[in-house]
């Protein structure tokens, strides 16, 4: 299978991708015990029996226990993909995913690159897709942080420079600075009244002296 049948197949989606990484660490440690075990059972033939010699059948009981765990938490994990899979896509929640990681994907691609750069532009369009399955935490935030930040954590992930937040320059919003700044002009706002037994710094004041009784 080539690079391209790969890249055909790849996960779109990051609970495919976790599951996938999954069921590949219980592949490999069902392997990495079946391996054990073959040698041990290669050493055990070599040992001659003795006070001395290990419990070779303890091992191979764990290990085979070991193997029996890893194919019952690979089905495990296959079948609780699949049930997730089926209530996202009955609640609509897998679609309005979808959507939201496409929005994404072209506010990256609108904000760091520019229209007549087309290599440029489906560079940065697939490694926004690849970095929104592979990094697990973005795909979270895209649920909890504004689209602002949002496009500035991506930014920084794949390496480009983030387009600054925007302020409230606006001209909304400078009317509205500048209607408050004409409000306060007009209506100057009292100081905080001082207490009777306070100064205007803010120390209290003196007690009066007593009358000289002599």
Excluded: N
């Amino acid at each position: 299978m080539d690079i391209a049948q790969i890249e055909e197949i790849k996960p779109t989606d990051p609970d495919m991708h976790w599951t996938g990484w999954a069921l590949d660490a219980l592949r490999e440690l069902v392997q990495s015990d079946l391996r054990t075990k073959r040698m041990i059972e290669r050493q055990h033939d070599r040992t001659p029996a003795g006070p001395d010699t290990p419990d070779f059948g303890l091992t191979q009981s764990r290990l085979s226990r070991s193997v029996r765990l890893s194919l019952a938490m690979t089905e495990r994990i296959r079948t609780d993909y699949l049930v997730r899979k089926t209530e996202r896509k009955a609640s609509g929640e897998q679609e309005r995913r979808r959507q939201r990681r496409e929005q994404a994907v072209e506010a990256v691609v609108q904000a760091v690159t520019r229209p007549d750069e087309a290599d440029d532009v489906e560079h940065v369009r697939k490694l926004v897709r690849e970095t929104l399955v592979e990094d697990e935490i973005l795909d979270v935030q895209i649920d909890t942080l504004s689209p602002e930040a949002f496009l500035q954590a991506v930014c920084r992930k794949i390496g480009r420079p983030p387009p600054p937040i925007r302020q409230p320059h606006d001209s909304d919003d400078v009317a509205e600075a500048e209607a408050a700044e004409g409000l306060a002009d007009r209506e100057p706002a009292e100081d905080w009244p001082l207490a009777p037994d306070e100064s205007a710094v803010g120390w209290p004041l003196p007690k009066p002296s007593k009358p000289d009784s002599s």
